[in-house]
Antibody, heavy 120, light 107 residues
Framework: QVLLQESGPGLVKPSETLSLTCTVS????????WSWIRQPPGKGLEWIGH???????NYRPSLESRVAISLDKSKNQFSLRLNSVTGADTAVYYC??????????????WGQGTLVTVSS | DIQMTQSPSSLSASVGDRVTITCQAS??????LNWYQQKPGKAPKLLIY???NLETGVPSRISGGGSGTDFTFSISNLQPEDTGTYYC?????????FGGGTKVEMK
């Protein structure tokens, strides 16, 4: 079955750039959207954005000026970059597959999540 | 953005009880709604898609309904493994948005 695994630094300094990678195994990157979602400690879920296998991206408007999602098909990976981070960006970051089209519109499966703390 | 309002924010019930969670969208989203369960320290897991369709492997005591702006999620015969936080999520319009969550605990 398709598995997703996030990787990247767990600690980022304020004003710097948060960078995470999601590795997809057990299936192809093709024919889906690939999403990033975050969850601040003790709070709810917030969709950050996604990238289509063709390279088209969509972002949450409130983050659009600071975020970039990219794709590396050769490695079956997609990545998140969020710049100028503050403490408000401290969260567990999840990657997930989003199928969009036909009769399928759902975030499934998800990675296990990785905690990123913004602190000096 | 479409706002998703869930209620209650938490509930406590006994084994065998029926519990119901509601989710209200700030505008008509047809049946473009999913429900997820999240256990502590784990990623959310899809339970229901398209408002009322059970994901494969999800027990039939779980159900969902509604359309337009008002949706429900129910668990009949509540079991200890049903504890966790439940989220609704709309996919009518980007950005995808989630409800604030409902924490279900056992009495």
């Amino acid at each position: 079955q398709v598995l997703l695994q996030e990787s990247g630094p767990g600690l980022v300094k304020p004003s710097e750039t948060l960078s995470l990678t999601c590795t997809v195994s057990g299936g192809s990157i093709n024919n889906y959207f690939w999403s990033w979602i975050r969850q601040p400690p003790g709070k709810g879920l917030e969709w950050i954005g996604h990238i289509h296998y063709t390279g088209t991206t969509n972002y949450r408007p409130s983050l659009e000026s600071r975020v970039a999602i990219s794709l590396d098909k050769s490695k079956n990976q997609f990545s998140l970059r969020l710049n100028s981070v503050t403490g408000a960006d401290t969260a567990v970051y999840y990657c997930a597959r989003y199928c969009s089209g036909g009769s399928c519109y759902r975030l499934d499966p998800w990675g296990q999540g990785t905690l990123v703390t913004v602190s000096s | 953005d479409i706002q998703m309002t869930q209620s209650p924010s938490s509930l406590s019930a006994s084994v065998g009880d029926r519990v119901t969670i509601t989710c209200q969208a700030s505008q008509d989203i047809s049946n473009y709604l999913n429900w997820y369960q999240q256990k502590p320290g784990k990623a959310p897991k899809l339970l229901i898609y398209d408002a009322s369709n059970l994901e494969t492997g999800v027990p039939s005591r779980i159900s969902g309904g509604g359309s337009g702006t008002d949706f429900t999620f129910s668990i009949s015969n509540l079991q200890p493994e049903d504890t966790g936080t439940y989220y609704c999520q709309q996919y009518d319009t980007l950005p995808l948005t989630f409800g604030g969550g409902t924490k279900v605990e056992m009495k």
